[in-house]
Structures are given as structure tokens and as C-alpha cells.
């Protein structure tokens, strides 16, 4: 189901690319003038959209503003889980990501 969630949010908006760690945190939902962002495997997604599940108070917000591929892919809002790391997932939980 929180996948789900997440899915619909996301939009082809096409924000930039080319952010480091540091810089997509600013993108994290606490500042209104800026628009909310999550990086997949590398792709970054305007979920602004989803303000209310990706904004503060949300219940993704700790998703927002990193790169959040291991969480989703595990279905977990664990902050340990909150990572670009894919090693040791299962071919399952990576195909989360792709659908």
C-alpha cells in the first residue's frame, strides 16, 4: 500500500539531475518556496503533488530531499533503510522499484 502511495505522487516533471547529497536535501518539504524531490536509483521525482504524504507531518516524509531507493524497495520507512545501496536486496525487492 505505501508503495502505492508513493507511485501516484511521483511526476514527469523533470527536475535537475545532477544533485549530491547535500543538495537534494534542500528539497526536503521543510522550505514552501521549494518543491519537494526524491531520488530513485538515480532519477529524481518532484513529489510535490503529494505534499500531504511527503511534506511535514507527512507520513513519507523521510523520504524527501534523499535518495530513498533501499526503503522503497524494502517497504520500509526505517531510517536505516534510507539509502542509494541496493546490494544484498533480493531480485524481488528490486523489482519493486522498476514497476
Not at 15 to 23: E, K, L, S, V, Y
Not at 84 to 93: I, P
Amino acid at each position: 500500500m505505501a508503495l502505492v502511495c508513493v507511485s501516484l505522487a511521483l511526476t514527469n516533471k523533470n527536475p535537475p539531475m545532477n544533485f549530491i547529497a547535500d543538495q537534494l536535501l534542500q528539497y526536503n518539504g521543510t522550505d514552501p518556496s521549494k518543491p519537494i524531490y526524491i531520488e530513485i536509483k538515480g532519477r529524481v521525482f518532484d513529489v510535490t503533488t503529494g505534499k500531504s504524504f511527503y511534506g511535514p507531518g507527512g507520513s513519507y516524509i523521510t523520504f524527501t530531499g534523499k535518495d530513498a531507493s533501499r526503503a522503497l524497495a524494502k517497504m520500509s520507512k526505517n531510517d536505516e533503510d534510507i539509502s542509494s545501496s541496493l546490494h544484498g536486496l533480493t531480485e524481488k525487492e528490486i523489482g519493486v522499484l522498476d514497476d
